[in-house]
């Protein structure tokens, strides 16, 4: 085992993975993340802990994974290129290993115009696959990109994004193998409302092998209004959402309900269909619909990772 994690063992058997999201506040209150993981434990395996989302300043990832861990929640703590270069990438993944993380998603990080302070510099010192590079040879070699031993390596289970619906889609995978090759252990994707699209992604994603080598947890967000569907269709780079949803969402006498039955459908759609190991969900502020996502998706209770 690479992290000795709940969802590095659950994934190695088998299981149809959930995972889902905690956003650190826009302050200090750490009883803020605490009650969000009180309220989501146990209905998914282990949840992503952003990291300055959408270029915001928030609570540090790593600190809020830590209150993840003091509830009992396991965490995917975030990191971005954004704001780091390698010398603190390398330290803050010591520092979250000391401190009990397991799992690590490396991403390359909204850039900052998109933020409330698009004044700040970028520091992308290294993308996102460079940086799986880091952390693996951390990991698997013992030592530092510069080649000094560590004495005491960091377990953790890499992941990575993927977005599907860019195009050209045979670059797309062409980047998913590079990543895989990088390092990720795990993979999260855009969210998911155009599924013949989706599904001509992994077409070619399995006719190159690269879905043997990974974990493919397919996104999904539960819309919770007619304007948020057309908001991600309009204004949210890389994400693709048919008009026969955008449709269905402003037709409906109850759009949230709407939203919870197109949610539940994708969710259908997506189990055992070869190459996807799970799912990722997304209750972009809307965590309270995730009890009731699970449950109803018959995704209840969750299994227990073996030892």
């Given at each position: 085992m690479k992290s000795d994690?709940?969802?590095?063992?659950?994934?190695?058997?088998?299981?149809?993975?959930?995972?889902?999201?905690?956003?650190?506040?826009?302050s200090a209150d750490g009883e803020s993340v605490r009650r969000k993981a009180r309220l989501m434990k146990g209905h998914a395996d282990a949840f992503n802990v952003t990291d300055n989302q959408t270029a915001i300043v928030r609570m540090s990832s790593?600190?809020?994974?830590?209150?993840?861990?003091?509830?009992?929640?396991?965490?995917?703590m975030q990191m971005t290129c954004r704001d780091r270069n390698r010398l603190a990438m390398q330290s803050e993944v010591l520092g979250a290993a000391a401190l009990g993380v397991k799992n690590l998603l490396c991403i390359t990080g909204d850039h900052q115009k998109f933020g409330n302070q698009p004044q700040s510099r970028n520091v992308f010192d290294l993308d996102s696959s460079q940086q799986l590079m880091v952390f693996k040879r951390m990991r698997d070699e013992g030592e530092m990109w510069c080649g000094d031993p560590i004495e005491t390596p960091p377990r953790m289970f890499l992941g990575a994004a993927a977005n599907p619906f860019a195009d050209p889609v045979e670059l797309g995978v062409v980047r998913l193998a590079k990543k895989v090759q990088a390092g990720a252990d795990f993979i999260q994707t855009q969210?998911?409302?155009?599924?013949?699209?989706?599904?001509?992604?992994?077409?070619?994603?399995?006719?190159?092998?690269?879905?043997?080598?990974?974990?493919?947890?397919?996104?999904?967000?539960?819309?919770?209004?007619?304007?948020?569907?057309?908001?991600?269709?309009?204004?949210?780079?890389?994400?693709?959402?048919?008009?026969?949803?955008?449709?269905?969402?402003?037709?409906?006498?109850?759009?949230?309900?709407?939203?919870?039955?197109?949610?539940?459908?994708?969710?259908?759609?997506?189990?055992?269909?070869?190459?996807?190991?799970?799912?990722?969900?997304?209750?972009?502020?809307?965590?309270?619909?995730?009890?009731?996502?699970?449950?109803?998706?018959?995704?209840?209770?969750?299994?227990?990772?073996?030892?």
């Open positions: 994690g709940s969802l590095e063992r659950l994934l190695a058997d088998g299981e149809f993975v959930v995972t889902s999201e905690i956003g650190p506040p826009k790593l600190a809020a994974s830590l209150f993840c861990i003091q509830e009992g929640v396991e965490p995917i969210a998911i409302f155009d599924l013949q699209r989706f599904e001509e992604w992994m077409g070619m994603v399995r006719s190159r092998g690269v879905d043997k080598d990974v974990h493919i947890l397919a996104g999904i967000i539960p819309l919770r209004s007619a304007k948020a569907a057309r908001f991600m269709a309009t204004k949210v780079p890389g994400m693709r959402v048919p008009e026969e949803v955008l449709e269905r969402m402003e037709g409906a006498s109850d759009e949230r309900a709407e939203g919870m039955r197109i949610c539940l459908e994708t969710i259908e759609e997506l189990r055992g269909r070869p190459g996807i190991a799970g799912i990722h969900l997304m209750p972009v502020n809307w965590e309270s619909a995730l009890p009731e996502i699970v449950e109803r998706a018959g995704l209840l209770p969750r299994p227990q990772a073996r030892r």
